[in-house]
């Protein structure tokens, strides 16, 4: 999913968690659960429009990703100071799979085309694994457009339950 979708999710669990719990247990679970939610909303990426490849010459997918990316700015810019920790974990696979090991691996494979360094350091095939296990009945939205709906719903539902707890 989109990282706005992931970062709502963190601060919901944020939020749950300090509401529920004392210290170090709101700080322990917010981490836990923002870290396990990415494999649950990942999974449930099946049922988005979410090409594994960029289609910069389709203006639908263009438009669609300026977007999702301004959605996810601006939960960046609304929510960080409050709720980094919840956006953080929720986030963590994303950063470590796409951000650190990716770039390291392209690094290596531009010194040594065969490198096969870390090649099983990536946590996204058990996103893929939830997603085999717990969704196989859903129908796979990937490459339809009509998948944005399910991800403007969760996206809407999410931010409706953080101002339900807020206000
Ligand atoms: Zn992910």
Redesign the pocket.
């Known amino acids: 999913?989109e990282a706005v979708t992931?970062n709502l999710t963190g601060v919901v669990i944020q939020i749950l968690c300090f509401k529920y719990l004392m210290a170090p247990y709101s700080y322990i679970f917010t981490m836990l659960f923002a870290f396990l939610s990415?494999f649950l909303?990942?999974a449930l990426?099946k049922i988005t429009y979410h090409t594994p490849e960029p289609r910069t010459e389709d203006k639908f997918w263009v438009i669609w990703h300026i977007i999702i990316l301004l959605f996810s700015i601006l939960s960046f810019g609304i929510f960080i100071l409050e709720f980094w920790l919840g956006m953080l974990f929720a986030?963590l696979?994303?950063i470590w799979?796409?951000v650190i090991i990716r770039n390291i691996q392209n690094y290596k494979k531009k010194k040594n085309s065969d490198s096969k360094w870390c090649a099983h350091c990536y946590?996204?095939p058990v996103?893929d694994a939830v997603r085999n296990k717990l969704f196989f009945f859903l129908p796979n939205l990937n490459y339809r457009r009509i998948g944005i709906i399910p991800e403007i719903f969760l996206i809407s539902c999410l931010s409706f339950f953080i101002a339900f707890l807020l206000i």
């Open positions: 999913m992931h990415h909303i990942d990426s986030n696979i994303d799979d796409w946590f996204h996103a």
